[in-house]
């Protein structure tokens, strides 16, 4: 079965710190797609960043960067000059089958991120 | 602005109640879901359905069915709901396409059954 792995149920750092999630999966695939998806309090989850596994290039969105390491399996997401509004829960999924064109993701555990003023 | 709704933020049952769970999307999209979010689980998906009347079986449909009549609406129904059911329930919808593409969610109903 495809699996992802969030490893750090929990994350706190100072505002304006840079702070590393950390994401691994196991698939046989060799194309597919990665997202980090971020949970802000009593708030509805929304797409951080997207990744194309078929690209070389970390994708960037403005404070949010990822660190794409297909041979290892890797998947992390840096938050740069973190903000207290970037408190929340952050979920890494995966885009590992579709069918009919809808897609089956599979998240990974979660982690709980608090950014101290 | 995209807009995914859910009928209720929160909702108690009593055990072997049966309980609908609605969502509606205004975004004209072909793929919806549904996902129960637990404690160190992550999300799960449910069910999804990728056209009206359509619909597929996710990771964990045990207690569940799902009904898309319309192609805006997409209703999760809890036979006779279970202490385990208690869960947040989150609704997601998204365009058909082959590329990249993102889903869109809604605010979540925590159930209780009791």
């Known amino acids: 079965a495809q699996t992802v792995t969030q490893s750090q149920p929990e994350m706190s750092v100072q505002e304006a710190e840079t702070v590393t999630l950390s994401c691994t999966y196991d698939?046989?695939?060799?194309?597919?797609?990665l997202f980090w998806y971020k949970q802000p309090p009593s708030r509805q989850m929304i797409l951080v960043i997207r990744?194309?596994?078929?690209?070389?290039q970390n994708a960037t969105e403005n404070r949010f960067s990822v660190n794409f390491q297909k041979a290892a399996k890797s998947f992390s997401l840096k938050i740069s000059d973190s903000q207290l509004g970037d408190t929340a829960m952050y979920f890494c999924?995966?885009?590992?089958?579709?069918?009919?064109?809808?897609?089956?993701?599979?998240f990974g555990q979660g982690t709980r991120l608090t950014i101290n003023p | 602005d995209v807009k995914v709704t859910q009928s209720s933020r929160y909702l108690v049952k009593r055990t072997g109640e049966k309980v609908f769970l609605e969502c509606v999307q205004d975004?004209?999209?072909?793929?919806m879901f549904w996902y129960r979010q637990d404690p160190g689980l992550g999300l799960r998906l449910i069910y999804f359905?990728?056209?009206?009347?359509?619909?597929e079986k996710g990771d964990i449909p045990e207690g569940y069915s799902v009904s898309r009549e319309k192609k805006e609406r997409f209703s999760l129904i809890l036979e006779s709901a279970s202490t385990n059911q208690t869960s947040m329930y989150l609704c997601?919808?998204?365009?058909?396409?082959?590329?990249?593409?993102?889903?869109?969610f809604g605010p979540g109903t925590r159930l209780t059954v009791t």
């Open positions: 997601a919808s998204s365009l058909l396409t082959s590329g990249s593409y993102e889903q869109y």
């Open positions: 698939t046989s695939e060799n194309n597919y797609y």
């Open positions: 990744q194309e596994a078929y690209k070389q």
């Open positions: 999924a995966f885009d590992f089958n579709r069918y009919q064109g809808a897609q089956k993701l599979v």
């Open positions: 975004m004209d999209h072909e793929n």
């Open positions: 359905s990728y056209d009206v009347k359509m619909k």
